[in-house]
Structure formats: structure tokens, C-alpha cells
């Protein structure tokens, strides 16, 4: 929860904030932070990780791409990140939907989100400040686990993560072709 009072050691602040009108967007040094623990938990595991941190308007703060990843991984990343931002949710939110509808993904790609796991958003006392996301690490459920690792050694305290749904029997979609539920 939180009463929306951000600790100004996070956010942008001073002449930056001025000159932005914006005193509740991620600033570069917690993002700094945030991308140095999430790359010290890959090595751990001897992988390379894609991560992006983008401010509370979508805008980069932060990309990094550790020697091994490329451009696919910093795209999915990249995906990862504005979906936790846009939908406010972690973006296993809609890779649990696609489980149980195999059209979200395809519905959803529309609106520039992807279904997959490994983008966490950033909420300080109640309010958004950006979003992470992390890819290129092998595992959709290591990546998620290093954003919301980083998340807790920068930050603090994060919600749990969400459980994977099963798959939906026959991976079928919700609806028949007529609208009417399948039996």
C-alpha cells in the first residue's frame, strides 16, 4: 500500500525534476543500482541478461545488454518492461492469461504487450515509478527472479510473484467461434 510519498533518494529530483515537471519517475542512480544487482545475480548463474528500466512515462532510464545477449533479448526485454509499465501488473499477469486464452498473446501484441514473464513494474509507497525487466537469461522464471531480487536489494520489500497457471485442456481459446463458452 503506501500513502504515494516516494523517498527522494529513488525519484527524480532538483533542477531535473524542475525542468521536467516530474518528481515521481525512477531516477538514473536507483536505476544504476537496479541493473548492477540484477547483472550480479546472471553471472552468479553464468548467464548474460538483457535489462531495461523505463521511467513512469515509458521512456528509457536505463538499458543494458551483458556480452552474450543480442538483439532479440534486448527486444523481448524491452517488451517485457513497457508491459509491467502500461499494464501497472507483472507482465506473468498476462503470460498466465495466455495460458488459460492462447489468443492474449495475439490480442495483446496490438497494444505493444507480450505475454511473456520477466517484467516487474516499480512501486514505491503506493506509486508507480518505472518498470524492469530482464531477458536473455535462459529461464523466463530466472529472469522474473532477478527483477524482483534486484527489486528487493534496491528497493525493499516486493509483493510475491504469481504462480504459472496451467495450461487451458486442448490449449483452446475461451470462446467458440459464435461467442459461446466451450463445454
Do not use: W
Not at 135 to 162: K, Y
Request: hydrophobic share 40%.
Amino acid at each position: 500500500e503506501g500513502n504515494g510519498q516516494v523517498p527522494q533518494q529513488f525519484v527524480l529530483s532538483g533542477k531535473a525534476a524542475e525542468r521536467l515537471h516530474d518528481h515521481i519517475s525512477i531516477n538514473l542512480q536507483t536505476a544504476e543500482k537496479l541493473v548492477a544487482a540484477c547483472q550480479a545475480i546472471a553471472r552468479k548463474t553464468n548467464s548474460s541478461a538483457a535489462i531495461v528500466v523505463l521511467d513512469a512515462q515509458g521512456l528509457p532510464v536505463l538499458e543494458s545488454r551483458m556480452d552474450g545477449a543480442g538483439m532479440l533479448q534486448m527486444s523481448a526485454t524491452q517488451q517485457k518492461t513497457l508491459t509491467a509499465l502500461r499494464t501497472r501488473a507483472a507482465s506473468h499477469v498476462l503470460t498466465n492469461r495466455n495460458a488459460q486464452d492462447p489468443f492474449t498473446s495475439s490480442n495483446m501484441a496490438g497494444y505493444g504487450l507480450t505475454a511473456n514473464k520477466g517484467g516487474l513494474p516499480i512501486i514505491v509507497n503506493g506509486q508507480l515509478i518505472g518498470a524492469m525487466g530482464a531477458g536473455g537469461m535462459g529461464t523466463a522464471n530466472a529472469e522474473e527472479n532477478c527483477v524482483r531480487d534486484a527489486l528487493e536489494q534496491v528497493i525493499g520489500p516486493q509483493p510475491p510473484l504469481l504462480p504459472d497457471l496451467p495450461a487451458r485442456p486442448n490449449n483452446t481459446p475461451a470462446s467458440g467461434a459464435n461467442g459461446a463458452p466451450n463445454q
